[in-house]
């Protein structure tokens, strides 16, 4: 079993649309928990931190449930621009793990 | 540099080379991990230094890889003998500390061995 598992996509929505993605973790000890975007033949960037409260940034809205050891991202009203990989990430103390990303395209 | 600096862009060479690869990482940060992605893949862990800590090598593939760090900043990845299925990007990242803080990735080396 992968450390950090994700749906691997691809996602194809249509301009718009609300989508969300769902990563579980498998190591308890994970403390910090990411989401990165990567384009194609690009280097991966920091997209948001996800906190336990859950946080928000714009049309981005990021959640954590500790006890199910659980991620997701959810897009609002999203655009051409947000077709890419989204990576998920969890960290402890002595590891980083990233999943191997979820592809969203987002059609005109 | 405002960002984590990696050189060159692009590396062709021929099997059995050995190829240094080099990453610069943002000012102030400790801590600087090696990846590689092969196309269409995930990335996948080499090397972690922090600070002055004793590396943490579980990710490299053989004892043709290896890396350093001087002065806590600069980082070599030095690969040995390539061979074909090392063709990957290499990617270099930098975080303020460690395993816990977000990560800084530059654009990576785009290695091809003939």
């Known amino acids: 079993r992968k450390e950090v598992e994700q749906d691997p996509g691809p996602f194809n929505v249509p301009e718009g649309a609300t989508v969300a993605f769902n990563c579980t973790y498998s190591?308890?000890?994970?403390?910090?928990f990411f989401w990165y975007r990567q384009d194609c033949r690009k280097e991966p960037k920091l997209l948001m931190s996800?906190?336990?409260s859950g946080n928000e940034d714009g049309r981005f809205t990021a959640q954590l449930n500790r006890a199910s050891q659980y991620i997701s991202l959810l897009i609002r009203d999203s655009k051409l621009s947000d077709s890419a990989t989204y990576l998920c990430v969890a960290g402890s103390a002595r590891q980083l793990t990233f999943g191997s990303g979820t592809q969203l395209t987002v059609l005109p | 540099g405002a960002g984590v600096s990696q050189s060159p862009s692009n590396k062709v060479t021929e099997k059995g080379k050995d190829v240094e690869l080099r990453c610069d990482p943002i000012?102030?940060?400790?801590?600087l991990y090696w990846y590689r992605q092969s196309l269409g893949q995930g990335l996948e862990f080499l090397i972690y230094f922090q600070g002055n800590s004793a590396p943490d090598k579980s990710g490299l593939p053989s004892d043709r890889f290896s890396a350093e760090r001087t002065g806590g900043s600069v980082s070599t990845l030095t690969i040995q003998r390539t061979q074909q299925e090392d063709s990957a990007v290499y990617l270099c990242?930098?975080?303020?500390?460690?395993?816990?803080?977000?990560?800084?990735f530059g654009d990576g080396t785009r290695l091809s061995i003939l």
């Open positions: 996800v906190y336990s």
């Open positions: 000012s102030g940060h400790t801590a």
């Open positions: 190591n308890s000890a994970s403390q910090s």
């Open positions: 990242a930098s975080s303020l500390r460690g395993y816990n803080q977000p990560q800084h």
